[in-house]
């Protein structure tokens, strides 16, 4: 009989709510969680330290009766023993193992795909970086954070749809097109510059050339900003991103008169009031330290409230999940827009922002100095030239969103164990230049749970778990939004092989205990090169 983990856990987990109600648990649920020291077991359960407040009795008296009262499947359970605290730590059979390793190698590359997340319908916007110039290495973290998200959440089973908003509307627009315009007149030999606040760096040229070499110009700025965002396509595609829709700004919220519904939407609920000749919504009301402008004095719509607009379209489509990744320089923007959708009666707990940081690019100790063709900034671009879409992607990830990252591009070109994306794709290769070696020799490996039983050593079932574990590693890391989970998870599998590897040999070991060997390192393989596919990053097969 094949488990996986969610059985498992469902299995035992009920068994220990059965118990725990039995004492009068109430609404506390039992839960399970890995111990940080291995030796603990496999898993464990706090639920004796919730219940102890409430029945007035020490967790481990608790513990005690839990243990005594709890009915766990032989078959599943080696042990269960108590463990302060207040936890109850169990052990799981060695044949659960193995099953789950025979497992693991009849799913190959859909190993780790589940249905946890099946009933969500998410929308996932990022990136979307003004299109005013080529992207920057903050949108190249946004866009392997976003993609490694989306990736994680379908692999769960959730309805994802990933989604690039367009700020092509509004000053900016108007900046632009002036700031191209100057550019042009640049290249025809007058000494414009451009306007104040505006854009500028040798991209402005090379889009002036287009243009002037166009039959019939359109309006400069929207047409510029369109030849920006097919820019931002190509760099995206040659990253491995891509999008389930491009949404304008100005198209789609403008053009639609969307913006103007949402201001009379937020009159009629008397969410707005008049002073010094602009309108302002009352998001002070909702959580918000102050109330916003939306309508300017001059009669314009401010940015603001085509936030609101969009975010008020995105639940209207009928998404139960919205989550965006802004920008380091919109923390400020996440309580206000809360607010507002608050005002509006839209479901908040059901709008999530992550904030991508800061990326400071560096070689060994010192910081990269700013590209010199663009002015400014480094460009995703440059970048990829640099150190190539597998270690952008990985190193990109390798942080919590909301942490600050030191991109070392000296580490990321290494072709050593410093590295830590050569490490683990080091790992699978070095697994399929094995299985080639054993393809010669004409070892096979095991197929079934009963055929693994020669798997005993301390590093075996090391690996044993990791695998069977990993499709929990999947639903958590998409859950919490956090594929740096998956990376920690890569990298411990990566080195328990190293050792695995080093400490026992596979050809030359008796022929039960190699094919057995040899199915462990092809579930590693299979683990290795699924995971590494969420983050975006190849799984090569020769190093």
């Known amino acids: 009989m094949n488990h996986d983990i969610f059985t498992l856990q469902r299995s035992v987990c009920g068994s220990i709510q059965e118990a725990a109600d039995s004492l009068g648990a109430g609404d506390i649920k039992a839960t399970l969680e890995r111990p940080k020291d ?88 990022f990136v979307s970086a003004n299109p005013t110039g080529p992207l920057n290495i903050v949108s190249a973290r946004a866009a392997a954070l976003g993609d490694s998200i989306a990736n994680l959440l379908e692999a769960s089973g959730a309805d994802v749809s990933r989604e690039y908003y367009v700020n092509d509307a509004g000053v900016q627009a108007r900046l632009f097109g002036e700031s191209l315009l100057a550019a042009c007149e640049r290249l025809g030999g007058k000494n414009t510059s451009a306007p104040e606040n505006g854009y500028q760096g040798a991209y402005m040229e090379d889009l002036g050339r287009t243009y002037l070499a166009l039959a019939n110009r359109p309006e400069a700025g929207f047409w510029g900003m369109d030849q920006i965002i097919q820019w931002h396509k190509k760099s995206l595609e040659s990253y491995g991103v891509s999008f389930n829709k491009y949404f304008s700004e100005k198209k789609e919220l403008h053009d639609t008169g969307l913006v103007r519904q949402t201001i009379e939407l937020l009159k009629k609920g008397g969410l707005t009031y008049e002073q010094e000749g602009a309108l302002w919504i009352k998001v002070s009301n909702f959580g918000s330290p102050k109330d916003e402008v939306i309508v300017k004095s001059d009669g314009q719509p401010a940015y603001f409230v085509a936030d609101i607009a969009y975010h008020l379209n995105k639940f209207k489509r009928g998404f139960n999940r919205v989550v965006d990744i802004w920008g380091p320089d919109h923390h400020g ?198 995971a590494l596919g969420l983050l975006g990053v190849s799984a090569p097969e020769k190093m």
């Open 38 to 125: 291995k030796s603990h077991g496999d898993f464990a359960t706090p639920i004796a330290m919730l219940l102890a407040k409430k029945l007035k009795t020490s967790p481990m008296a608790i513990v005690q009766d839990l243990l005594q009262k709890t009915r766990l499947d032989p078959g599943l359970i080696l042990k269960a023993e108590a463990a302060a605290p207040g936890f109850i730590n169990f052990k799981i059979q060695p044949t659960v193992y193995y099953s789950g390793l025979e497992n693991t190698l009849s799913q190959e590359k859909l190993f780790g795909s589940n249905d946890q997340l099946k009933n969500q319908k998410l929308l996932l916007e």
């Open 333 to 530: 923007h996440i309580l206000r827009m809360k607010s507002a959708l608050r005002a509006l009666g839209c479901p908040v707990d059901d709008f999530a922002v992550l904030i991508a940081q800061q990326v400071n690019l560096m070689e060994g100790s010192e910081k990269v100095k700013m590209s010199k063709r663009e002015g400014k900034f480094v460009t995703m671009d440059e970048l990829l030239e640099q150190v190539g879409r597998d270690a952008a992607r990985f190193f990109f990830v390798m942080r919590s969103a909301n942490s600050h990252l030191d991109f070392d591009i000296a580490v990321a070109k290494k072709q050593t164990d410093e590295n830590p994306v050569f490490y683990i794709q080091y790992a699978h290769a070095r697994i399929c230049s094995l299985l080639r070696r054993c393809e010669e020799s004409g070892l096979r490996p095991a197929r079934k749970a009963a055929e693994f039983v020669s798997l005993v050593e301390p590093e075996s079932f090391l690996l044993l778990k990791e695998i069977m574990e990993y499709p929990q590693w999947v639903v958590e890391s998409g859950k919490a939004y956090e594929p740096h989970r998956i990376v920690a998870y890569l990298q411990a599998l990566a080195g328990y092989f190293h050792v695995f590897y080093a400490k026992h040999r596979i050809l030359d070991a008796p022929q039960e205990t190699a094919r057995a060997r040899l199915s462990l390192a092809l579930g590693v393989k299979t683990v290795l090169g699924n």
